[in-house]
Structures are given as structure tokens and as C-alpha cells.
Nanobody
Framework: QVQLVESGGGLVQTGGSLRLSCAAS????????MAWFRQAPGKEREFVAA????????YDTDSMKGRFTISGDNAKNAVFLQMNSLKPEDTAVYYC?????????????????WGQGTQVTVSS
């Protein structure tokens, strides 16, 4: 069973930056996609960005492009999310997810494994 542990969340002012980290362990040989999602109170879980290890492809979201950047280290089974120019509407619990195939990429239901989430709060 793949285990995912996120870190790096916290409270930041508008315009600030945070870097989230996610480390995967146990059974990672079966994982091809690692992704970040977020969920704000009362809203559905939203795709942020993903990396597919087998192709090196990066997937992101137009609304966050230029502010959020995903990166990863396949050898260490780790993925990161650099978040800059944060806005109050970015406030959410951010989840790391891992999937064997994850097709389509932005669909939460395609990911078999999830971290516990890390809270990101952006104050105005």
C-alpha cells in the first residue's frame, strides 16, 4: 500500500509563497502519476498539477499557470508544488495523490492513493 505524506502548508499573506512536498513510500514501483489537488470548504476537490513519471510529462491548470509549479524527483518518489503570488482564493486543503495510470489526469477518481492533506491559508 502506497503511503503519501505531505508537508509545507501553513499561513501566508496575500502575495506570499509556499512550497509543498509529498513523499511516497511502499509499493511505489506501481505508481506512474503523482499529482496535487486542493479542496476548499464547501467545494469539490480540484486538480492543480501532475507529473507522469514514464513520459516526464507535466500537467497543470490554466488558472494557476504562472503561479504554481510542480516538480518531482522520481528516484526519491517525491513531488513538490511551488506556489507563488498566493491569493485568498487559494486557501484550501492541498492533497497529494498517486495513481497507476490516472487517465484522465485531472479526475480525482483515477487516483488510488491519497495523502492526509496539508492546510494552506492565505490571509488578505
Amino acid at each position: 500500500q502506497v503511503q503519501l505524506v505531505e508537508s509545507g502548508g501553513g499561513l501566508v499573506q496575500t502575495g506570499g509563497s509556499l512550497r509543498l512536498s509529498c513523499a511516497a513510500s511502499r509499493g511505489t514501483y506501481s505508481i506512474d502519476v503523482m499529482a496535487w489537488f486542493r479542496q476548499a470548504p464547501g467545494k469539490e476537490r480540484e486538480f492543480v498539477a501532475a507529473i507522469r513519471w514514464s513520459t516526464g510529462s507535466i500537467y497543470d491548470t490554466d488558472s494557476m499557470k504562472g503561479r504554481f509549479t510542480i516538480s518531482g524527483d522520481n528516484a526519491k518518489n517525491a513531488v513538490f508544488l511551488q506556489m507563488n503570488s498566493l491569493k485568498p482564493e487559494d486557501t484550501a486543503v492541498y492533497y497529494c495523490a498517486a495513481g497507476r495510470t490516472a487517465v484522465p489526469i485531472p479526475s480525482p477518481s483515477e487516483y488510488e492513493f491519497w495523502g492526509q492533506g496539508t492546510q494552506v491559508t492565505v490571509s488578505s
